[in-house]
């Protein structure tokens, strides 16, 4: 099988006399078996897990302090406002120890 590889390459060179490539070390290249290859590993970017640990610290940041920019009044406010509100219908409905169960339905603030 070399030497169909060895006249190939000879067919292929040039015809220039100037060129004279040497033989024995072309015969050797082409019995030597190949060599393993081997794969160059780049050292990891400590940049990319940075950034990204930053950009969710960042978010996390954001949903934390999200509810205390906001300039809507907060939860008891609301509520109070909702049962001041005479459209309001209230349900209440309780459960005792005993498993008896009492259901109220109230409107207008508790006055209906």
Known sequence: MSHDAVSLLRAARPSDAAF????????????APPERSVVVHRPRRAVRPLALGLALALAALAVAFAPFLRSSPDVVARAAAALNDPSTILHLKSVDAGGSTMEVWTADGGRK
């Open 20 to 31: 004279e490539p040497d033989e024995a070390a072309l015969e050797r290249i082409l019995l």
